[in-house]
């Protein structure tokens, strides 16, 4: 994997993304942070423990699950367990854990995480040769992790890329959200890799930067058969093709989403490909006849010259279908839009006017700025 083709570089996380960061991640008492900081030098080279001891609760039972806020107990969950935080996690011992190579990424995943809003902070996963790489491998039927945050995660590995998922071909993740960057190389999402037919993510959010030398790159997801709904991505998104700022590729279904990639002064803070011939998308790189895309709208720099200005990517690089699966959505830019080529372009200051997004919800789903702002939404603001 050639990571010298995108240098990685330093992220500086936004005001927007502390602020939100401070709002759903929950507060922790002095004792659960002490706690938490020394699970995370205890644990040791190996990253790894017998059995989790619970602060309370059992693994075996859904209704009172197993409680957790140290890095080593994370690393020896059952996969087939149920699992709460009880307080933040100091993750940044694992730069030292496995020679380098960090958290073993947990085997595929069928019980459940319920984060209660609480921050695994600091997660290492260095294993550029391996697929399926995350805090979890991948989801099986069964699986459900909710209400969890990471900040400044580091992943990285090969092919089925995430940092919370590789691969999810089964399960449910609702309001989880990651800040950090993954690097890989193919089939790569700052979320999940790869969402799978039946999957389901609700409700979740990325920020920072996904990287990969290959194909079906996104800032949320990788390759999406499921469906996604009400999330977002303001990620970075660089990859050879099928790159899109919120999905690379995909067949699934996507409702009340975006992507929002605009800060056009940064040229390290965008979504591109490698070349000119690149599929790239402002929401989706490439899509097949089996997608929908609806009440989705996306904003992210594609270039500026003296004629043009501002220009944006369009909402999906190539679509391999008729073109009858993107309903209700826009994207948006400052350059010359020719009359009929485009009916979902719009300029950058039109993207700002409640007006524009036709049959939108904006009393109970959406809310907007006007003149100030794109949509946002209001049961997963960022």
């Known amino acids: 994997m050639n990571h010298a083709l995108y240098p990685l570089k330093p992220m500086i996380l936004t005001l927007t993304a502390a602020l939100a960061l401070a709002a759903c991640g929950g507060g922790t008492d002095s004792d659960s942070a002490r706690s938490a900081s020394a699970g995370a030098s205890n644990a040791g080279s190996s990253g790894s423990a017998s059995t989790v001891d619970c602060a309370a609760g059992d693994p075996a039972s859904a209704d009172d699950p197993c409680l957790i806020n140290r890095i080593d107990q994370l690393q020896a969950l059952d996969p087939s367990g149920h699992y709460a935080l009880a307080a933040d996690i100091d993750a940044s011992g694992t730069l030292d854990w496995n020679d380098g190579a960090g958290f073993q990424p947990l085997a595929s995943f069928s019980g459940s995480l319920d984060g209660r809003g609480f921050t695994i902070a600091g997660l290492l996963i260095n294993r550029p040769d391996d697929s399926n790489v995350g805090l979890f491998s991948g989801f099986a039927e069964g699986a459900s992790v909710r209400e969890l945050r990471f900040s400044n995660a580091r992943i990285t590995g090969d092919r089925f890329v995430g940092t919370l998922a590789g691969n999810v071909r089964a399960g449910q993740i609702h309001h989880v959200h990651v800040d950090g960057s993954v690097m890989a190389g193919e089939w ?45 991505s303001l990620a970075a998104v660089r990859g050879r093709t099928s790159v899109g700022g919120l999905v690379g590729r995909g067949g699934g279904r996507i409702d009340h989403a975006y992507s929002l990639v605009d800060t056009a002064d940064n040229p390290d803070h965008r979504v ?111």
């Open 188 to 232: 790569a999402g700052g979320l999940v890799g790869a969402l799978h037919d039946g999957a389901l993510v609700s409700h979740c959010s990325s920020r920072g930067q996904v990287q990969a030398d290959g194909a079906r790159v996104g800032g949320l997801v990788g390759q999406n058969d499921g469906t996604i709904s009400h999330s977002f």
């Open 272 to 382: 591109e490909g490698a070349h000119s011939g690149s599929q790239v998308g402002g929401l989706v790189g490439e899509i097949e006849a089996s997608a929908r895309i609806s009440h989705a709208w996306t904003v992210s720099h594609a270039g500026t010259d003296s004629q043009r200005r501002y220009a944006g990517h369009r909402l999906v690089g190539k679509d391999w279908g008729t073109g009858e699966g993107i309903d209700a959505s826009w994207w948006g830019g400052n350059q010359s839009i020719r009359p009929g080529s485009d009916a979902s372009a719009r300029r950058l200051d039109a993207m700002q006017q409640a007006t524009t997004y036709e049959g939108w919800d904006f009393a109970d789903t959406w809310r907007i700025d006007e003149g100030n702002g794109y949509p946002d939404l209001i049961a997963n603001p960022r």
